[in-house]
Structures are given as C-alpha cells and as structure tokens.
C-alpha cells in the first residue's frame, strides 16, 4: 500500500491509493507553505488565524479518508490486514510518545513537543511498518 512502488505491492487500489494520497500531500504543503508565508507576513488576529490554521488541517483529515478509501477498495483481505495492522502500530506509537512527553512535562524535564511531531511521527511510523511488513513477507517467501 503506502510504499507500494518500493515494495511490490501493485493492485488498482494500491495504485489509485499512492495517486490520491500524492495529490492530497500536494495539497498539504500548498496549504501549510501558503498559510504559513501569509501569517508571516500580514500577523493576522482572532477568527481568522483559526481559520488559516483549519486550512492546512483539512488535507490531513483527507490522508486518513484515502487511507479509508483503500481499505474500501482493496480486495485482498491480506493487505488490507497489513494496513490496518501499521495505522494501529502508529496510533500506538504516538499515544506512546504523547503519554511519556506528558509525564516529562507534568515532572517539569521538557515543554512542548516541536509543532507537527505527531503528525510526522503517524505517518513514518506506518511507512516504516509498512515496509517491514513486506520485507518479513518477502524474506518468509524465500525460504
């Protein structure tokens, strides 16, 4: 699925999935170059900064809805597995991370996270999953 060119994986759904989510990832830096370049520039206040910041988070919520799309269309209940199995390592990964960091902050050794940390945590997290997945996969064929 997510690393599908690099990984062997080739169904209609895997193809259409790397398209969308290509298109959405478009999106998502137009959005957050954009936005970013125009608070920068015209310090904006009130409502409208929490509208600028919605704008970048739309294409966020539709990486997820091309994840559910996949899962839709995908016909091989095995990938779909394989799928499901690294967007749940990820979610457990950053629940993880969010929890220690909460602790350490509540104990006063840190402050915030970096803005964007879960964010780029979800998603390389999956894609690494993803990839281990095939390789377990492939290195299981071989023998």
């Given at each position: 699925?997510?690393?599908g060119w690099m990984c062997?994986?080739?169904t209609k759904a895997s193809k259409r999935y790397m398209w969308r989510l290509l298109i959405?990832?478009?999106g998502y830096l137009l959005a957050t170059?954009?936005?970013t370049t125009f608070v920068r520039h015209n310090h904006p206040h009130g409502f409208e900064v929490y509208l600028l910041a919605l704008l970048p988070t739309i294409p966020v919520l539709c990486m997820l809805g091309v994840v559910g799309l996949y899962l839709r269309e995908e016909?091989?209940?095995f990938q779909?597995?394989?799928?499901?199995?690294a967007m749940l390592i990820a979610i457990a990964g950053v629940l993880a991370m969010d929890v220690f960091v909460d602790f350490l902050r509540s104990y006063k050794a840190v402050g915030a996270l970096p803005p964007f940390t879960e964010f780029i945590t979800f998603w390389l997290l999956s894609g690494l999953v993803q990839?281990?997945?095939q390789l377990m996969i492939r290195s299981g064929a071989d023998e």
């Open positions: 699925m997510g690393w062997g994986v080739s959405v990832m478009v170059f954009g936005t016909k091989d209940e779909r597995m394989l799928t499901v199995r990839m281990a997945q």
